[in-house]
């Protein structure tokens, strides 16, 4: 399973009281984004490529270079922005009560997506960190993930 796919985990989707027609609904809109964001993070990752010679150069072009950030900040910000559009599409399918059932988990979590811009990162990201996909991913912890802010 994917990372970032924690709507298919048994103990999330029990947790949240997802029932099939939302699991579905939830993995047509991470399908939908995700060759999206796929091509949005391979053109950042492009664009950091191109950069990092013209800045090591002897005499680097300063308007080259600010040419190339600009293109950057461009790349993640589209990124940052189609990982917010899913983020909240994914949202809609889901209850309040389940959304602030989600909101629980992933700050209890210091493997859980944090999605929509949180502590680590933002969005329900399809790259981010190792998750582990057993049951035992809803099970709460005292303790707060390592970086939460709260």
Known sequence: MAPGRWWKRAGVAKALALDDAQIQK?????QDSRLK???????????????EPMIEADNPDENAVLGAID?????R????KAN??????????????????????WRQRD????????????????????????PEAAAPED??????VR
């Open 26 to 30: 939830i993995e047509q809109i991470f």
């Open 37 to 51: 964001l796929v091509d949005l993070h391979a053109s950042l990752q492009k664009e950091e490529i191109k950069l």
């Open 71 to 75: 293109r950057i900040a461009a790349d």
């Open 77 to 80: 910000a589209a990124l940052v």
């Open 84 to 105: 917010a559009q899913m983020a909240f599409a994914i949202r809609r399918v889901l209850t309040p009560y389940q959304w602030k059932k989600l909101r629980t988990l």
């Open 111 to 134: 493997h859980f997506p944090a999605p929509m811009g949180g502590p680590r990162g933002g969005g329900f990201r399809h790259d981010g960190p190792p998750h582990h996909d057993g």
């Open 143 to 148: 303790k707060p993930a390592q970086g939460d």
